[in-house]
């Protein structure tokens, strides 16, 4: 099936390389396009480099906005699958296989990629643990399933959630909230085990103070949702 990986960017030229090599390694069959999402440092030239797609986006927009652009771009490209990797390093090509795995099957219109799950790779920080877990309990409750990784921001889509998320995409920090968003539309979502690793390069920007305001605003938001009409397919 015809496959795009979405890599959001921000100021990833140092790992980037890394992960574009670690992906054609282990997926030579899938095309990958940058999305390179404001960066003041050279990730775009670097990712130009290794000759792989590059939308360089004139602001940053966050991963809501650089994935709403991919997805854009998967549905002008025909694309039967899109999955989301990020451009850290966390994400490890080695799993793609089975990620993709269900959505190509056809038994999932969406596959989330669980760090919780079968084999434990590396732990989170306290606060942040915490601040997963939290959302964990919400949005298994509204979806009336059981969700592992919410946050996670390593998922495969098809077609239809495609078209779907180039149309309608959360913002700002949008995973635990398209889970939602995508179950209340009536698409099967899915979650797989995955092992992943720590960022590559850099030091993340989720510290213990933007962990809690992080949980707060998705949770508000996936309160907001909850109050809307379910969105349509």
Known sequence: MKTLIIIPAYNEEVAIANVLADIKAHCPWADVVVINDGSTDSTSAAARQDGV???DLPHNLGIGGAMQTGYKYAERGRYDVAVQFDGDGQHRGDQLETLVRPVRDGDADMAVGSRFMGAKGYESKLARLLGIKILAGVVSLVCRKTITDPTSGFRAVNRKV???CSNSYPD?????EAVVLLNRAGFRLVE??????????GSSSITAFRSLYYMVKVLLAI???MLKRAPGR
Not at 172 to 176: G, L, S, V
Not at 192 to 201: D, T
């Open 172 to 176: 700002d920090y949008p995973e635990a």
């Open 223 to 225: 309160l907001i949702d």
């Open 162 to 164: 495609i078209e779907f």
């Open 53 to 55: 797609a590059v939308i």
């Open 192 to 201: 797989v085990p995955v092992l992943m690793r720590e960022r590559q390069a």
